[in-house]
């Protein structure tokens, strides 16, 4: 089975850096699409960002300018620097790998608060 590892999610003061990590593993190509997801309380879920297997990436309006989204082919891996965090980026932001069908990090809480 397709199992996604993330890490890096924390609290942090506005204004702050986070750097999320998500590792894929079993039988699985490595160059499948992958990005984030977010959710926080009480809102709908959001796509952050994406990023192909060529490094095309796409971002929600809220990310742009803040965020960016990489990816490591080989290392099956895809990263999310987040940089000049606010309050409103607080929400537990999932990995995902798309090969066939969705595969889903556990989810990571990122905490953005004075």
């Known amino acids: 089975q397709v199992q996604l590892v993330e890490s890096g999610g924390g609290l942090v003061q506005p204004g702050g850096s986070l750097r999320l990590s998500c590792t894929a593993s079993?039988?699985?190509?490595?160059?499948?699409?992958m990005g984030w997801y977010r959710q926080a309380p009480g809102k709908e879920r959001e796509l952050v960002a994406s990023?192909?297997?060529?490094?095309?990436?796409n971002y929600a309006d809220s990310a742009k300018g803040r965020f960016t989204i990489s990816r490591d082919n080989a290392k099956k891996t895809v990263y999310l620097q987040m940089n000049s965090l606010k309050p409103e980026d607080t929400a537990v932001y999932y990995c995902?790998?798309?090969?066939?069908?969705?595969?889903w990090g556990q989810g990571t809480q990122v905490t953005v608060s004075s």
């Open positions: 995902y790998l798309y090969s066939y069908k969705y595969y």
């Open positions: 079993g039988s699985i190509f490595s160059i499948s699409p």
């Open positions: 990023i192909n297997p060529y490094g095309n990436r």
